[in-house]
Each structure stands twice: as structure tokens, then as C-alpha cells.
């Protein structure tokens, strides 16, 4: 088993970084795509997609590793883009609000005050209530909210956009933020994970009625299996909002997501893409869940005061750095990550939110007492 040490940490660290500058070289206010072909990310056309905040996010977290201030100046520059796109509506019927500013406003607002990514991140907040359905009581995922396929819909990934609202409601005094992110968090408690600690991705309401109707998936292998990215996400996401809600439940309900992904790790401990595969499977790895999953059991462990989730994120960082992270070649930090392996998008490629939490975990593993973006900013 690959052990965690200050040697591999520091190596690590001073690799990301190397490839952070080629990357802040090679794309200057622009954006990276959501994954790599070949391993090296194309440049994105525009400021669209649910992931591009995971950039400056990566290059925020890159100020804070070494207090440069060139990191910060050119995260900052990335606010005005993101209030552009906010402020015209540019491809934001989505959940993912909070994933986009959360990185991209709310943490220059909480570094610096800047007051245009205050309001970018509060009309962000506005936004996501609009896709709030009141007879389900959920934030809804994707797309027109008149489509019939989308209408009663979440999905896992969501429990990591709540920590917008909850910062909506600190910096504005208005509950309505707070109050429809516990509406839907306790709905997500009681239905998107099964019996024996296992999530859907995806789950319906009826839209009519707010009954709760089945779980699916979209990016897992089959509906009644677990996609690994999702767990990793349901770790994380239900650990971040006990934090913000105080609520004992989700923590448990965290603890269960935690306890079947670590019981499904392969010798390695970087899960397959989905965790109904293990070694010998053919099938291929998905860093990214392993990278996201570090940071949940760090909090976890933290909340908890249960060291075996930190010991076992520590392995699963070793690991990463071992046998995931790129190399000179790669204009990427991680690689083996999967997107989507049912429609054939970025499997075994690099990709952004895999990048984005690597860098936060080396964040974690070199500042003890890092803070994280998502948590409420008194932590």
C-alpha cells in the first residue's frame, strides 16, 4: 500500500502547480474544456458547461498554496465573466449554480469584498430558487423547467450546490436560501440513497403531487447499481450540509455513503467508475470520484472524530499521486478519470472537477486547517 509522506506531498504539490502556470499560459482568461482528449484539455469555446469555475477555482487554491499574488489576480479576473453570464442569462438553467459560483464569486467575495462577485453569486442564489418545486420540495437538476422528461428531477451531484444557498442566507438575512437547500437535502436523505448505503444518481418526484417515484441513473452503469462519482458526491455533499444545518441525521446518512464506497474499493483504493466493478472487470477507473471522495472523508473524519475516514482519504491520496497524476505530457493534473461511460464522453481522460478536488486535497494534505470553499466561512 502507497503511504502518504511530506517528500511525495511536496512533489505532488510542486507538479500541479507547474502545470496550473503551462495552463494559465496556454489559456489566459479562457477556459479549459470539461475533459481532455488525448490527455490534454481543448480550449472551450466560451464561458458555458457546468464546469468551468473549477479553473479559477484551481487557481485560487493555487494562491493559497504559495500567497502569490499573480494567482490571485488572475483568478479575480474571471469574477466579471461570471457576472456577465449570470446577469444575461447565459446558460444557467441548471443546479449547478452553486458548483459554478460558489468557486468562481463567493470566494473572492469572502478573500476581498469584491462587490461584483457578491451580487454574481446572489443573483446565482436567485436563480437556483426559481428551480425549486414546491410540491416535492426539490432544487430541480437540468434543462427547461417545462420539460416533462426534467419536471420532479434531481440529482446527487446537488447536495454540493446547497452551500450557495446557505451562504445566501449568512450574507443576507433572508431564510428562503436556507430554507428550500434543507427542503431539499432532507428529500435527497429519504430517498436517493437505498437501503444497504448504495445512491441513485438520479431520482423523480411526480410533478404534480411531489410523490417521491423512482431512482435511476444517467452516467452509472445500470439503475440498480452504485456510479462511483455520485457516492464520492453523496460523502461530501451530505457531510458539507450537516455542517451548514447542524442536522445529526446527514451526518449519519454521510457515514452509510462513506462506509459502502470504502467496502468497494479495489486493491488500489481508486474506485472503478462504478462500483459494482472491481479489480479484473476490464473496466476503467474514475479519479475523480477518488479525488472527490478525499475530500468528504476528510470532513467526515472531522466531523465525526473518527480517524479511519482521514487514514483512509490519505491512502486514497497516495494513491492518486502514485499511479493518477499527469505528467509533463498532459496539460492536466489527474488522469484515468471517466465522465460519462454510457455515452462514450471523457472515459480514461482528465477532466476538470478530478483536477479541481486533486488540488484541493494537496491543499488540505500541505495547510492544516484549510477551510474549504463550500463550508460556512465561521469554520
Known amino acids: 500500500m502507497t503511504s502518504l509522506d511530506v517528500r511525495s506531498i511536496g512533489a505532488a504539490v510542486t507538479a500541479a502547480l507547474r502545470t496550473v502556470d503551462a495552463n494559465l499560459a496556454e489559456f489566459g482568461p479562457h477556459y479549459p474544456d470539461d475533459t481532455t482528449i488525448g490527455d ?27 500567497g502569490e499574488e499573480r494567482y490571485g489576480r488572475a483568478a479575480a479576473a474571471h469574477v466579471a465573466g461570471f457576472a456577465e ?43 437556483l430558487l426559481t428551480r425549486v418545486h414546491e410540491q416535492a420540495g426539490i432544487i430541480q437538476a437540468w434543462g427547461d423547467l417545462q420539460d416533462p422528461a426534467q419536471r420532479g428531477r434531481t440529482i446527487i451531484d446537488s447536495l454540493m450546490n446547497t452551500p450557495l444557498l446557505f451562504w445566501a442566507t449568512r450574507v443576507t438575512g433572508d431564510e428562503r436560501y436556507a430554507d428550500a437547500a434543507r427542503r431539499h437535502v432532507f428529500q435527497l436523505r429519504d430517498h436517493i440513497i437505498r437501503a444497504d448505503g448504495t445512491t441513485f444518481h438520479t431520482f423523480y418526484w411526480d410533478p404534480v403531487t411531489g410523490a417521491p417515484l423512482r431512482g435511476e441513473t444517467e452516467q452509472g452503469n445500470a439503475d440498480d447499481s452504485c456510479w462511483a462519482r455520485g457516492q464520492a458526491w453523496g460523502i461530501y455533499g451530505f457531510t458539507l450540509n450537516y455542517r451548514h444545518t447542524g442536522d445529526r441525521t446527514l451526518l449519519d446518512t454521510a457515514r452509510r455513503c462513506a462506509d459502502r464506497f470504502l467496502s468497494r474499493l479495489p486493491a488500489d483504493e481508486v474506485a472503478y467508475w462504478d462500483l459494482i466493478f472491481g479489480d479484473g472487470s476490464g473496466e476503467e477507473r474514475d479519479s475523480s470520484a477518488a479525488a472527490i471522495a478525499v475530500g468528504g472523508l476528510h470532513e467526515l473524519a472531522a466531523a465525526t472524530g473518527e480517524p479511519a475516514y482521514s487514514s483512509a482519504a490519505d491512502r486514497i491520496l497516495a494513491s492518486l499521486i502514485a499511479g493518477y497524476a499527469a505528467g509533463d505530457d498532459s496539460n492536466a493534473l489527474l488522469l484515468h478519470g471517466v465522465y460519462d461511460k454510457p455515452k462514450g464522453v471523457g472515459v480514461d481522460e482528465g477532466n476538470l472537477w478530478g483536477d479541481y478536488f486533486y488540488l484541493e486535497a494537496l491543499t488540505r494534505a500541505t495547510r492544516p486547517g484549510w477551510s474549504a470553499p463550500w463550508l460556512p466561512e465561521e469554520h
Do not use: K, Q
Open 85 to 127: 453570464r449570470v446577469h444575461g442569462r447565459v446558460d444557467i438553467a441548471t443546479h449547478d449554480l452553486g458548483f459554478l459560483y460558489t468557486l468562481s464569486c463567493v470566494v473572492p467575495w469572502r478573500r476581498s469584498g469584491d462587490e461584483t462577485a457578491r451580487g454574481a453569486a446572489l443573483a446565482a442564489a436567485d436563480h
Open 40 to 66: 490534454r484539455y481543448p480550449l472551450r469555446p466560451s464561458n458555458v458547461g457546468w464546469t468551468t469555475s473549477f479553473w479559477p477555482g484551481m487557481i485560487w487554491l493555487a494562491h493559497e498554496l504559495t
